[in-house]
């Protein structure tokens, strides 16, 4: 294998990656790599597995269920987060009957 030739190819693919942290879907390997799993990763990276072979670039449609994926994920991670912070206290009737001026609330028990 000539060294050179394998990292000028990297470099090359590497200078025709259009954005920072692209979006790769693995492709199936001998050592157990799975199909269809995406990922972002660095430029340099996904270079070095496009010109390998283990990866390829994702397509419109699976870069945009990628993206909507994780806007799911962090909704629910912050959903989550301030579930964590609500907070809540009994009230009994009569406290209920000074915050609100009301007369009419019965004590249903």
């Known amino acids: 294998m ?11 693919t590497e ?13 199936q390997t ?5 199909t269809g799993v995406c990922t972002e990763v660095s ?15 994702a397509t419109a ?5 990628f993206r909507r994926a994780q ?6 991670a912050e959903e989550a987060e301030a ?6 206290k009994v009230v009994s009737v009569d406290e209920v009957r000074k915050l609100t001026g009301a007369k009419g609330i019965q004590d249903r028990a």
């Open 15 to 27: 200078s025709k990656l259009v954005e920072q942290f692209p979006l790769l879907v693995s492709c």
């Open 43 to 57: 430029r340099s990276l996904a270079a070095k597995m496009l010109v390998e072979g283990t990866a390829r670039e």
């Open 61 to 65: 449609d699976e870069l945009r269920t």
């Open 83 to 88: 579930a964590k912070n609500l907070q809540f």
């Open 30 to 34: 001998e050592d157990g790599g799975k």
């Open 71 to 76: 806007a799911e994920a962090k909704r629910a």
């Open 2 to 12: 000539d060294l050179r030739a394998y990292y000028q190819k990297i470099r090359d």
